[in-house]
């Protein structure tokens, strides 16, 4: 008799107890339970001086105060802490509901095979060898599978158990008096440990050093830093970009509840209503990459709130929001806008990333893409800004992309393509980050540029001038503003011209249809990511890795006898051209 | 001390936010109390359940504290008003002319 | 060859200054004609295309475009079935064929993939196999971008609606 040791239907997969819905509620309650705590500490600080009053008994409420004061901005800060520890619960808790549905279908399968397997040997009395040969590798390649199964749902069980205990911890540390007016009530032990360990982010640390320390971490000390400490994660170059996500998804949760019920009271200040529409549009293009759908797959390639600080610049604010796996993309392009963007536009922007993300998909070898908009530099407010006609912006914004690329580099283990794009004002301060020595970028893309800030040739940005490809559409007047030719055009611009030339980089084509007859600032220098055009398809041939399958344009040059001369301005342009301007299915 | 005066209306108003001061506090101490924790697991619950208490707690104390601001300041310019008062209907009484009239 | 002079760039940078960006000055009103007009061409391109095709189901929605100065365009698109017996090559040809007779011009057109673009009253229209769906035929027009205020563009609704053959 042959024995066929079939494995027994296990694990049974255990229930998962919590509601996502009702944590995401409690949260909320609490984000609104710490605002009075921080107007009390407010009112003390503002009405301590109370005009015209002065004398004894001012001072002894002025000290009464003084001290009241300082307590409540502590006790606001730690059940905002504690709040934003129950955000990230209720997210990993949504997180483990999903992951435990897929054990549960992978069990469901698992048991079908089984019982399937039983039948099929019940049903072979007289089997020959091969068919008990089949039946036993069918009994073997069970057993493997319900053993990774097994340890799935252990590794599953004990993340359950560390997101149970580390908001048990949160809420432990704040509940007594000394938590509760502490610098770090609502933060757990392990969460403050971490952030004291070497290599810590927001203490001088390289980004190659953060990637070390967050390496080091165990799951549950990752846990704990990032719920409580989400501003310092969340901006940490160097961290994963699904580390970074978790943390400033909890800001986020914050400021949509905090503001949003501030703004239900009428109580929202000048300032915190920038910061309310800020979150908002964070949210909405944080939507809109999670909503979209990879027309090659099928499938949605999620995705990532990288950089949330809605309160910088002035109440511009600053956000990354990426369409794609940034972690693991093979392809990953960072886009840098122009003039007048500011935090609210990030839904519009998201809009053309995914566009980005399409095209190089549509039109690419199979890698896998992420496309980012980056706006994590003050860009000038508008072409009557005064900062819109020099490049101080530019070179500040070209340190901060460059330390961005840093630390996104430094966050792979793998050797990532990375494409730097920049459009308009944000293709000077893109020049100024890839004429650091060390950009970490592989390509570089300069559309309806005015300039390329500090170089006057593309052999001066450290991607070489192989590597660095312009767009610009010939009606452009934006693009035209830089110079070219032995004369130059003074200071109307914002540095060499790169599609010319003298720069050496590689042109394509970007011509709109709708360009009009006349040099302009609408259509011909806002449509190099409108889907369907050439500047689209060629910059998707760029962020998929074949720069040198882009379709050339003859670069402008500027002969001493006349103006500049542009040779595509007579081209007919393209649109929606299979091999030249297609970027992705008209057939939804 | 060489200086000593009020502007009654900015205490009287310093006074009125503290007292709203402490019906917010008096409010977020009831809701904190109210909070469900049974969205969390029940090996979590029984802390939040005690961090709602204690804070609760706090929240209270907080509305005592702004109550007591509130008062103090109103009832202080209150003294002094009534200080005033008196010393006015003293100085009433002084006579500052010179010779006859006097 | 258009030869720019240095002088018509210094002429056009104040505009640029002003903030001129070509800003539609009625946003709803022209997106309202253009999606209108998208409609009526687009629908009685679906007529005739029907007439080539076992089914076609055609559909519009707002699209965004634009960079510093935001906008939408209408995009219209339809996935034309070929009727039983007939490749989708060959419905493009036919489709191609009867809308020249019907007043587009035919101003592209390749073999490989099956593709051609036509045009009528300022409207670009692609009739082409594309490769994700090389079962089908699709059918688009994009309208122009027309931009407005801030925020404008984002508040149109991006849902597809029908359009029906007319």
Known sequence: MTTIAVPASEPQIAELLGDPGGAEALATSLYKAATPFETFGERASDERLISGWKGYAYEAYRDAAGSAGPEHEAMHQSVRRVARAVTFYADTLQTLKRDRDDLRDRKQRLDADRTGLLADIEAADDASASTIADLQARARDLTSRYRDLITDHDSWCRRVTDNEDQLRQSFASAKGLNGALSATGGATQDATDAMNEPGAPGGGSTPAEVKAWWDGLSAEERAAVTAAYPETIGSADGLPASARDDANRILLDDDLATLGDKEADGTLTADEKMQLANARAARDGLHRAESYVDPTTGAKPGGTLWLYDPTAFDGDGRVAVAVGDMDTADDVAVFTPGIKSEMTDTDFYTDKMTNVYESARYNGDGSSVAAMFWLGYDAPSGPTDPATLTEGRAEDGGRRLSDALDGLRASRPDEAHLTAIGHSYGSTTTAYAASEDDFAADDVVLIGSPGAGPAENADELSVGSGHVYVGRDSRDGVAMLGDEGWVGKGPIGLGTDPSSEDFGATRFEAEDVDRSSLPNFGDAHGSYLDDDTESLYNIGKIVDGHGDDVEEAEQSYDPWYSGAVDPEWDRDPTANEPGRSETGPDAT | MSVTGIEYNQMRSASTGWGEQADEMEKTSKELAGLSVSGLAPSVQHVASSFMEAWSGYAHESADIASGFADAISTTADHINDADQVSKSWLDRLDGHLGPTR | ?166
């Open chain 3, 1 to 166: 060859m258009k030869r720019l002079l240095a002088l018509s760039l210094l002429a056009v940078t104040p505009l640029m200054l002003l903030g001129c960006s070509g800003e539609s000055s009625d946003p709803d009103g022209d997106a309202e004609a253009q999606r209108e007009a998208i409609h009526r061409t687009f629908g009685s391109a679906l007529t005739t295309a029907g007439e080539h095709a076992s089914k076609v189901a055609g559909e519009g929605r707002w699209n965004l475009c634009g960079l510093e100065t935001q906008g939408v365009e209408y995009l219209a698109s339809a996935t034309v079935t070929p009727p039983a017996g007939t490749t989708p090559a060959a419905t493009v040809t036919a489709i191609t064929e009867a809308l020249s007779s019907d007043g587009w011009t035919t101003s592209k057109q390749k073999s490989q993939p099956p593709w051609a673009q036509l045009e009528q009253d300022d409207l670009l229209l692609t009739v082409q196999v594309e490769k994700l769906t090389p079962e089908v035929v699709t059918m688009s027009i994009r309208g122009e971008c027309i931009t407005g205020p801030d925020g404008w563009a984002t508040s149109m609704s991006e849902e597809p609606e029908p359009i029906e053959p007319s």
